[in-house]
């Protein structure tokens, strides 16, 4: 079984830095992922860790911790375009990602 | 960009009917996958497929499912006898050379069982 948690909902102001915690618990890991979704869109990939440590891509950053289950996406610079739906995704085997129920960032101005 | 592409966008159906979801994958893709949403709630997976063949499946993907790549680019899954409770967006997804990198997401069919 799994159990990927991440808070239900953040609001931040245009310009500011967010950061969205994700616990995880799972039979088994081999990498965690991060998406944005827009509301009745697919999810889109943003971030990937398998190591421990951060990983930085321009505006995105995520950071795993392997031994706590946890890993957190700091999004930066927040532009209004960002408001969105964010979704850690833990692969506990070689196929399927197992997906938590999204965090709603809502960025304003 | 390459993307992963999905037919029809909406389908609305009624209950006992069967309905086929159409993707084609990314063209050197060779991982291929379902996930569905209900409105809502959060993205669960349905099934995988390699190599002509379901590599995973979760306990959602009962005996009313089916998978099949019937040519060089297309990857259907098929729903028997339509439910309800199976309303909600089908994503295909894909991925390349091994099944260690990211997944891209087409962007979904809307199911609706009436």
């Known amino acids: 079984g799994q159990n990927i948690d991440q808070p239900t909902e953040m609001t931040a102001t245009e310009g500011a830095i967010v950061q969205i915690n994700c616990t995880y618990q799972?039979?088994?890991?081999?990498?965690l992922f991060w998406y944005q979704q827009h509301a009745g869109e697919a999810p889109t990939f943003l971030s990937y860790?398998?190591?421990?440590g951060l990983e930085e891509k321009g505006r995105f950053s995520s950071f795993l911790s392997r031994s706590k289950g946890y890993s957190y996406l700091l999004l930066k610079e927040l532009q209004m375009k960002a408001s969105a739906s964010y979704l850690c995704?833990?692969?506990?085997?070689?196929?399927?990602?197992?997906f938590g129920a999204g965090t709603t960032v809502t960025v304003r101005a | 960009e390459p993307e992963v592409t999905q037919t029809p966008s909406h389908q609305v159906t009624q209950m006992g009917q069967e309905v086929i979801l159409r993707c084609v994958p990314i063209?050197?893709?060779?991982?291929f996958y379902w996930y569905r949403q209900i409105l809502g709630q959060k993205v669960e997976f349905l099934v995988s497929?390699?190599?002509?063949?379901?590599?995973?499946k979760s306990e959602i993907f009962d005996d009313q499912f089916s998978v099949e790549r019937p040519d060089g680019s297309n990857f259907t899954l098929k729903i028997r006898s339509t439910k309800l409770e199976d309303s909600a967006m089908y994503f295909c997804?894909?991925?390349?050379?091994?099944?260690?990198?990211?997944?891209?997401f087409g962007p979904g069919t809307r199911l609706t069982v009436l």
């Open positions: 799972t039979s088994g890991f081999n990498g």
């Open positions: 860790n398998v190591l421990d």
């Open positions: 997804a894909s991925s390349e050379r091994t099944s260690y990198n990211e997944q891209f």
């Open positions: 995704a833990v692969r506990e085997d070689d196929y399927k990602l197992s």
């Open positions: 497929f390699y190599n002509n063949e379901i590599s995973e």
């Open positions: 063209s050197n893709h060779l991982y």
